[in-house]
């Protein structure tokens, strides 16, 4: 029997507050007044969601917070990983609610086996289940993609860039795992690239949405890191990616970087949504590696094709 915790997060506000045409029940610490990114909440489960991405009313889709789920301490309340020392039966008990919330099916969930890598699987539906309820049998997958109605991606995050893809055209999905060496090495583009294979995905028609994850305050970087950046992404970007401070580090934008992928792999600007919320910033609220990063859970991403 699984035990119901509190939520973790302290923050929680007694009314509603209005943020414009949306609601949200948290204090969440923003980057700017936007509604790219809304917070959704069902049978005790909070998550963020994408308005671009509902309004077209093809996908069902979340970005996983803290709280509604069982798991307690570091974990508290709604951690996704098995791998982390987490009781697996409050973890298989967070996929139970998450399904339950979002109303998909959590026996065709499937999850990646994360390693920074750019390789992307194409769902079958031999692959539906691995992770949640069954092994999986692959390894280096960071991320996923389908055209098959009811099965659910799902990739796992803690300050790292969740990526969206939504071709509207062809009905297809993807969803991607890009950390710095994920955008150094074009993780969006990669990934659209099998989309276009697999479904004959045009960017033209594809709309993409960068999630919640750390941002360029919060993400101080080293030189090393820096040098592969400046090799790889032109010169005239590099103002609006990374800079410099006294002690010799570096501030580094991966959103704008993950941006600038997605545009140059073909995808118009105005079909491209950015977050507007940084994991490190919400800590109560979100799992973050630079703010926990021994003890933590992870998040996830959740996309479903209706």
Not at 99 to 106: E, F, P, Q, T, W
Request: proline content about 4%; glycine content about 6%.
């Amino acid at each position: 029997m699984v035990t119901v915790y509190a939520a973790a997060s302290k923050k929680i506000v007694n009314t509603w507050k209005n943020r414009g045409k949306h609601m949200s029940m948290y204090n969440w610490k923003r980057k700017k007044s936007s509604t790219a990114v809304t917070e959704k909440i069902s049978e005790g489960v909070t998550w963020l969601s994408f308005p671009a991405l509902e309004e077209t009313g093809l996908v069902t889709h979340a970005f996983s917070t803290r709280m509604g789920g069982v798991s307690k301490g570091a974990y508290s309340t709604m951690n996704f990983s098995y791998t982390r020392g987490d009781d697996p039966e409050a973890v298989k008990e967070n996929y139970r609610r998450m399904a339950k919330a979002l109303k998909v099916d959590m026996e065709r969930m499937v999850l990646t086996w994360q390693t920074h890598t750019t390789n992307v699987r194409l769902v079958t539906p031999e692959d539906e289940g691995k992770g949640v309820i069954k092994d999986r049998d692959y390894r280096d997958v960071d991320g996923l993609i389908t055209n098959r109605p009811g099965v659910t991606l799902v990739t796992f995050f803690a300050d790292c860039v969740p990526l969206y893809f939504l071709d509207v055209k062809k009905k297809a999905i993807g969803l991607s795992h890009s950390g710095w060496r994920g955008t150094v090495n074009r993780m969006g583009k990669v990934t659209l690239e099998a989309m276009a294979q697999e479904f004959g995905t045009n960017p033209y028609d594809v709309t993409a949405c960068i999630g919640p994850s750390i941002c360029q305050d919060c993400y101080e970087v080293g030189p090393e890191v820096i040098e592969k950046f400046a090799d790889t992404f032109d010169k005239k970007d590099h103002e609006r990616l990374f800079y410099e401070k006294r002690n010799g580090k570096f501030q580094l934008n991966l959103w704008e970087a993950n941006r600038i992928v997605l545009m140059e792999a073909g995808i118009p600007e105005n079909q491209i949504f950015v977050t507007d919320i940084c994991t490190h910033c919400n800590p109560d609220l979100l799992f973050s590696h630079r703010t926990s990063p021994e003890k933590r859970g992870n998040l996830c991403a959740f996309l479903c094709l209706k």
